[in-house]
């Protein structure tokens, strides 16, 4: 990959956190061949997990500030899937995105911007992936923002 990520988020002032651990019986993602499964990432920022819910308490901005602390959670585990070579990450290939959000709210998509366009802010085009962007009644602890990942590593 000619773009390197590590610089680009030392550019923007993004440390990565320790991979999040798994809060239950799973594992944080699975390598296949050159695929890496990340398992969902909560919204969580240095003050804690970022709650609330779409179309009540949360402005679609605040939203998109949580979708994109869970991508760069995203970031953290696929780099310790690589042992911490960041420069192995290939292609970001897919996102599924839940949004805690009322019945009413209708705007998913522009709080999961907030992932996908940090993705491809620090990885070019190899950050542009396919995604799904839903809704969800509630997620686990209250949180905003949860999302998977696919990626292809070298």
């Not at 699975?30 to 179309?55: A, C, F, H, R």
């Not at 911490?84 to 995105?97: C, E, M, Y």
């Not at 509630?138 to 949180?143: A, E, F, N, R, T």
Request: hydrophobic share 45%; net charge negative; charged share 20%.
């Amino acid at each position: 990959m000619t773009h390197d990520i590590e610089t680009r988020l030392t550019e923007l002032g993004i440390t990565l956190p320790d991979a999040p651990a798994p809060a239950a019986n799973y594992v944080p993602y699975v390598i296949t061949g050159n695929t890496v499964y990340v398992s969902g990432q909560i919204s969580n920022g240095p003050d804690g997990l970022i709650k609330g819910k779409l179309g009540d308490d949360m402005s679609v901005e605040a939203g998109a500030e949580a979708a994109k602390s869970c991508a760069i959670s995203l970031l953290a585990q696929v780099k310790a899937a690589c042992g911490g070579d960041l420069s192995r990450l290939t292609r970001v290939v897919k996102l599924t995105a839940f949004v805690n959000s009322t019945a009413e709210f209708t705007d998913q998509p522009k709080v999961v911007n907030g992932a996908s366009d940090f993705l491809v802010e620090v990885a070019g085009d190899a950050g542009r992936h396919a995604r799904s962007a839903v809704s969800a009644a509630s997620l686990p602890m209250g949180v905003a923002v949860e999302i998977e990942g696919i990626f292809e590593i070298s």
